[in-house]
């Protein structure tokens, strides 16, 4: 019996997506032939693709079917640093949040390296909510040398919620394009592309219970999106390749069932949550939650409903992991861990917390299938991982005996 | 037992994990991540330290179906290992990073880390023994495969920790037979080449490593006499023993090659001179960690000279010796400021006929004494005599009195 309490790096796949993927993937045809069995795949397609779009608040033909966040998060970071470019020699600055995924930091840093960008990094504040005031100043400044804003929806590892609001009335100021990645948000949140005034939009289609490799990025049509990948011309010849026609069908189911149930999760994932963070502060009391405290009842906290993330001081979280994973809990330490190099998170740096503190940081995350008891079983497991990690984390803090640091001697 | 598996990525810690399993235990791969710069270390199939290797311990951990983690001990590494390799350079010593690395990773922060989350033992790929005795005692013991016996670099690791560790390779009959076993097993990493290289050390140019941390530092090269005799980019990059590399314009009076034997940071000389000047008859060495109690193996008789046979490099042969526990002195700013009982060693090495036993010896190096396979205890060289000198008997006695 495990608890999965990771549902903010990947949620079960509902079983309404499983069957709609297993069904396309009998059928045969190319969305792009010509004949009857293409025209019947680019049907599905366009289904989908308004599906989709009507579960988000988009028009069909501004969404831009990929193959998952971060392909539409560098599709929306090079495309529209490029796009503008091409219209506006001037415009080299991007600016993105501090508390950026990397999916949108890496293309922009790689804009900075290889395609003459110029990188701010707006500042957040303690919750890691961005700080409106140095975006307004930072456009002042230079608005005219901007050539796009990226400011997530929702931060994937504290869970704030970003006063896009504002984002964008700023932006309009100044004839700035927005993207945001709502990777997060979708079935937890409303969201609603023609409501937010954003430009652009990063949807994954795995977090939202569809299958791992779709995702789309919502893109005005207006807007000046050079194309990342080449080729036959699919997508508003901005994102080339095969329609990936089993996994559009999938994904909108998906989509369309997580935003159609979210009405009724969210107050449901919220309470649990206000329940977890409640009973781990009982449990580990110098424990620090981190992001915006949740106020149970209001519904108005800036904090996606199914997140939860604490520090656990004189812990390393690589232990509290491993304890927690083999007493059959699972999370994450809501760092950056790719291919075995740990980094800490840029995440909390960005809010200001110590390197040190920010190695004792834990995620729990719930999703649609989250039940009490999986509440339950981490607070049963929780209090004796702290206990071994803080031994743990005693024990290999501070110089070790018997270290010769050299000199003439 | 739970049993943590240090997995490298390599096939000698992907081997013994599996013998791990199959001997019944409970246990978890962990991969130890030792640098955060990920284009630092670098990214050959030759090492421990990259993205590839990481891969491969992953890789056999799905194997063997057991649990994987990564446990990020950068900066430990950084402040021991690395810092102590440029420090022990900057001092004109010839460091041994792998000791280090087991001394302060695999051993202390590792061990300590997996003992206080519930471990009861830590198994790694190396090549050496533990021989459990009947009185209750262990003893570290050479390999059974004398060529990849690697007992000299896990000395370090004292007696306190063999109760915590596991080393199933210690029985294999050679390296084939371990390379054979991971491919029965469906290892993936079955032919991957060795590592041999210092895992930080990009392309295994030591040189090109404490060029980019020191500069250029021109200065003399000299002889015996103190005449010059040429010149040097940096004394950092030569090491007691060394031949190649000097450059030395005017052969020497005899006509015969030379080699540096001593590099003096504070003036940044390097001292050169013929092959006999590097003759070894007494080795000094600091920082000694005993594996059996240094009084009895002098009969009881503390400071008493035993026999034994002294090892000074990884894959150095083993030199007949005698050996006693003196006291360490340690140096401050002020002049001596304490002296440790016990924590210094002299090893008088036995001369077999007109044969030296052992030449160019540099500070910093590890001297590993053993009683035929057992590992008696080790000690970091501080100094070296050619002759087997009386004056060490006085430091001993000086030191004891200091005391």
Redesign the interface.
């Known amino acids: 019996m495990t608890t999965y309490l990771d549902h903010a790096a990947t949620t079960p796949m509902r079983v309404s997506a499983v069957e709609a993927l297993t069904t396309e993937l009998g059928r045969t045809g190319n969305a792009s032939s010509l004949h009857a069995a293409g025209r019947s795949a680019r049907r599905t397609v366009e289904e989908s693709r308004e599906q989709l779009a009507a579960a988000l608040g988009a028009r069909p033909s501004e969404v831009v079917l990929t193959g998952g966040g971060t392909e539409a998060d560098n599709l929306a970071i090079k495309g529209l640093f490029w796009g503008r470019l091409a219209q506006d020699p001037a415009r080299r600055r991007v600016l993105v949040s501090a508390v950026e995924h990397h999916a949108v930091l890496d293309p922009a840093f790689w804009l900075a390296a290889h395609g003459g960008a110029e990188i701010v990094l707006l500042p957040v504040d303690g919750d890691g909510r961005l700080d409106v005031d140095a975006l307004a100043a930072e456009l002042d400044g230079s608005g005219d040398q901007v050539a796009l804003i990226s400011v997530m929806w929702a931060n994937n590892e504290v869970g704030t919620l970003q006063p896009l609001d504002d984002v964008v009335a700023l932006a309009r100021r100044h004839g700035i394009p927005v993207h945001a990645d709502a990777v997060q948000a979708v079935g937890q949140v409303t969201v609603d592309f023609a409501a937010s005034g954003l430009d652009a939009l990063t949807v994954s289609g795995h977090k939202a219970g569809g299958p791992h490799g779709t995702g789309a990025l919502l893109a005005t049509r207006g807007l000046p999106l050079a194309p990342v990948l080449h080729g036959g011309g699919q997508e508003r010849g901005v994102r080339s390749g095969t329609l990936d026609v089993p996994g559009a069908r999938s994904f909108a189911v998906a989509v369309d069932e997580a935003v159609r149930e979210q009405p009724a999760l969210a107050p449901r994932l919220a309470a649990l949550r206000d329940d977890l963070v409640r009973r781990v502060r009982a449990a580990v009391p110098d424990a620090v939650l981190r992001g915006p405290e949740p106020r149970p009842g209001t519904g108005s906290v800036p904090r996606l409903p199914a997140n939860a993330h604490f520090t656990f001081p004189g812990c390393?979280g690589?232990?509290l992991?491993?304890?927690l994973?083999?007493a059959g809990v699972q999370c994450s330490t809501g760092s950056a861990?790719?291919?075995?190099?740990?980094?800490p998170s840029h995440v909390l740096l960005a809010m200001g917390v110590d390197e040190r503190a920010a190695?004792g940081a834990l995620r729990f995350s719930l999703g649609h299938t989250s039940t009490p008891a999986d509440v339950d079983a981490l607070v049963a497991a929780l209090p004796d991982a702290v206990t071994?990690?803080r031994?743990?984390g005693?024990?290999?803090s501070g110089?070790?005996?018997?270290?010769?640091?050299?000199?003439?001697? | 037992m739970r049993v943590l598996a240090a997995l490298s990525g390599g096939v000698d810690s992907a081997v013994a994990a599996a013998r791990a399993v199959e001997a019944g235990h409970d246990v978890?791969g962990v991969?130890m991540?030792l640098?955060?710069n990920?284009d630092q270390f670098r990214t050959g199939s030759r090492g421990c330290c990259s993205?590839e290797d990481?891969?491969d311990?992953?890789r056999a951990a799905d194997v063997l179906g057991i649990?994987y983690?990564?446990?990020?001990?950068?900066e430990?590494f950084e402040?021991?290992v690395v810092?102590?390799f440029?420090?022990?350079y900057?001092?004109?010593?010839t460091?041994n990073p792998c000791v280090r690395c087991n001394?302060?990773i695999k051993f202390?922060?590792l061990l300590?880390?997996a003992?206080?989350?519930?471990f009861d033992a830590v198994c790694t790929g190396h090549y050496a023994r533990i021989v459990d005795r009947p009185d209750g005692t262990r003893e570290l013991h050479r390999a059974h495969d004398l060529a990849k016996d690697q007992s000299y670099v896990l000395a370090v690791m004292g007696a306190g920790r063999l109760g915590r560790s596991m080393f199933p390779l210690g029985d294999a009959a050679s390296k084939a037979d371990v390379r054979a076993e991971a491919a029965a097993r469906g290892l993936g990493v079955s032919a991957k080449p060795d590592s041999y290289d210092i895992c930080f050390v990009a392309d295994g140019d030591t040189q090109g490593f404490l060029r980019d941390r020191f500069g250029a530092r021109p200065g003399d090269v000299v002889d015996a006499a103190g005449r010059v005799v040429g010149a040097h980019d940096g004394a950092y990059a030569y090491t007691v023993g060394q031949r190649k590399g000097l450059a030395i314009g005017r052969p020497a009076p005899d006509g015969k090659p030379r080699y540096v034997l001593e590099v003096q940071?504070?003036t940044n000389r390097v001292v050169v001179g013929s092959a006999e000047d590097l003759d070894v008859g007494l080795i000094r060495a600091d920082?000694a960690v005993w594996l059996s109690d240094p009084a009895d193996l002098a009969g009881a008789a503390d400071g008493a000279w035993f026999p034994c046979e002294a090892q000074v490099r990884a894959h150095g042969a083993p030199v007949t010796a005698r050996a006693r526990a003196v006291a360490e002195v340690v140096?401050g700013a002020g002049g001596v400021v304490g002296v440790e009982i016990g924590a210094g060693v002299e090893v008088e090495l036995v001369r077999d006929g007109e044969d030296v036993a052992l030449r160019g010896v540099a500070p910093g190096q590890s001297v590993v004494l053993y009683a035929g396979t057992r590992v008696l205890g080790q000690a970091?060289v501080?100094s070296t005599d050619r002759a087997r000198s009386a004056t060490s008997t006085d430091r001993a006695r000086t030191g004891r009195l200091a005391g």
Do not use: M
């Open positions: 390393e690589d232990s992991l491993y304890l994973d083999s861990c790719q291919a075995g190099v740990p980094q190695r071994r990690a031994a743990a005693l024990a290999s110089l070790p005996t018997g270290l010769r640091t050299g000199g003439p001697r | 978890v991969h991540a640098s955060r990920r993205i990481a891969g311990a992953r649990p983690y990564v446990w990020d001990l950068s430990r402040a021991t810092a102590d440029v420090a022990e900057a001092a004109g010593r460091p001394q302060h202390e922060a300590d880390k003992l206080a989350l519930g940071p504070v920082d140096a970091t501080s």
